[in-house]
């Protein structure tokens, strides 16, 4: 990856920017509330100091435009004003995922080349285990603070954004999961992230001042997008240290939420929690996500509990919350539909295995065009000349396009599981498997799960009858991260394995093994 040249007068003059929006709203509304954790408060005017506080100190360290800061911590106020300094400085911020193991820490750290390191105290022991070579490290706990209080030179809020920060900047790098079994780097610059703003406030209803809990971690686009949107908004930012669902629904009670994220595999822990405590939310524009993977009938009970529709999206990480994310499911509707709506301001085609345009009702991979889409995957020029080949965005996902225009999934090019919102390539966990001197043959799918709409299951051809689905269970643990892990081990001779013409093992008929019915 190479960082961009200042833009010339006349395209500085056409661009937006994450800084600049941010601090528009700063001047606007200083006084408003932009940021809350647990029992403190930020004003707009408050937190634009702390960011430019910070951004000064970052550059005293020697950081420059395009330059890596890793961040491993749970989710804390400090992560959101290290998200905004990234945007005013032109650095980019690489979130780690710490459900990984230490290997694949390891190598995403090590992937970016960061020039600092910024973690917190649940993550110490980590750092030492995976950060060798970063020049420098800060401790959230006890490094941070000092450090902005040593800046001699506070910047205050209402500061213009510098004129040399091009929009095609970087601006955070986020983690997905590799075919191959190693993740790949997302590079998602601010042009991006203002873009996906914008579809946001047209396509998903999200107003100025609305208010949004950041529960799900923060190296996750679901958390991050959601941030950035509101705070150039001027709305609340709620951050939560993980899922604690009894203060997710109190929170829900006193405060109105523009788009309150619910995952699948939390719904109904909510819908008991509202239940037990007879709860009355006090509104939503919108919820939940991805709910193909939601039982109905939660669909149906959550949107009558929250008085809120539910969002039919289908988005990615490259792409934000486009492609088709803009269709919802009314108030207690028992869907039995889920056909998608193309999201605005963005180019789609359906294409086969050699490029071509199908036609309607025939199955094609989802190729994408427009401004909120990533810049590629960091360092692996390999994926990134296969994946926006003839100037589109390969998805690798299939789908069908009815008369109407909707669109409905058919499945993964690339065979993919989603649990719980995290995306799981079998590669990742048949490499594991794989290591073990009695595994003769490893092939992961898809099993479906009431609460996970997906789980990893492995079928196993072994060398020994001594080998057991323990055994391998236990391989995996501290290697790959806890949701990869396979939930079952099925062992099967070498040979019942499901071949094609070529080789291939025919995944989907193993699949058809694990699922009911």
Not at 385 to 411: I, K, Q, S
Request: with cysteine; glycine share 10%; charged share 25%.
């Amino acid at each position: 990856m190479t960082t961009t040249p200042p833009p010339s007068p006349p395209d500085r003059a056409g661009q937006l920017t994450v800084d600049g929006l941010f601090l528009q709203q700063v001047a606007r509304h200083p006084d408003r509330l932009a940021l809350v954790f647990g029992e403190r408060r930020w004003t707009y005017r408050e937190l634009a100091d702390r960011v430019g506080r910070l951004a000064a100190r970052l550059a005293g360290l020697g950081l420059q435009r395009g330059d890596r800061i890793a961040i491993l911590s749970e989710n804390r106020p400090e992560y959101v004003e290290l998200e905004m300094a990234a945007a005013r400085l032109g650095v980019v911020l690489a979130c780690q995922n710490w459900r990984q193991s230490d290997n694949e820490l390891e190598y995403c750290v090590q992937l970016v080349s960061p020039r600092l390191l910024v973690y917190s105290k649940r993550q110490a022991e980590v750092v030492q285990r995976i950060a060798h070579g970063v020049p420098q490290v800060i401790n959230l706990d006890t490094e941070y603070g000092p450090m902005l209080a040593a800046d001699p030179a506070p910047a205050t809020g209402d500061r213009p954004a510098p004129d040399d920060i091009d929009p095609e900047c970087g601006l955070v790098i986020l983690y997905t999961s590799g075919t191959t079994g190693l993740p790949k780097g997302a590079l998602i610059s601010q042009r991006a992230m203002v873009a996906r703003a914008m579809i946001a406030r047209i396509d998903l209803g999200a107003q100025p001042g609305d208010a949004f809990i950041a529960w799900a971690p923060l190296f996750h686009m679901v958390s991050t997008d959601t941030v950035y949107a509101t705070l150039m908004h001027g709305g609340t930012v709620i951050v939560m240290d993980g899922l604690d669902v009894a203060q997710l629904v109190a929170i829900t009670a006193r405060e109105f939420i523009g788009h309150l994220t619910l995952m699948p595999g939390m719904i109904d822990r909510v819908i008991d929690e509202l239940d037990r405590t007879g709860t009355q939310p006090k509104g939503c524009r919108s919820i939940g996500c991805m709910a193909d993977l939601v039982p109905a009938a939660q669909i149906a009970r959550i949107t009558a509990l929250y008085r809120a529709p539910f969002r039919n999206s289908f988005g990615s990480t490259e792409t934000g919350s486009p492609p088709a994310s803009r269709g919802s499911i009314a108030i207690g509707e028992l869907p039995r539909r889920l056909s998608k709506q193309q999201n605005s301001f963005c180019q789609i085609k359906l294409v086969d295995e050699d490029g071509v345009e199908v036609a309607d009702g025939q199955p094609g991979e989802l190729c994408f065009r427009g401004p909120s889409l990533f810049s590629g995957y960091w360092a692996n020029p390999k994926a990134n000349a296969e994946d926006f080949r003839g100037g589109w965005f390969h998805m690798g996902d299939v789908f069908v396009r009815n008369p109407d225009g909707t669109l409905d999934f058919v499945d993964r090019r690339k065979y993919l599981i989603k649990s719980g919102g995290e995306n799981i390539y079998p590669a990742e966990i048949e490499r594991v498997l794989l290591t073990h001197p009695d595994v003769l043959e490893a092939v992961v799918v898809r099993r479906p799960d009431a609460r996970w709409g997906e789980v990893p299951v492995a079928f196993v051809a072994r060398a020994n009858d001594s080998l057991g689905g323990d055994e391998l269970k236990a391989l995996c643990r501290g290697r790959i991260a806890g949701y990869k892990q396979p939930k079952a081990v099925i062992f099967i001779p070498l040979a019942s394995f499901p071949r094609s013409t070529t080789g291939k093992v025919k995944r989907h008929e193993l699949e058809q093994r694990v699922t009911p019915g």
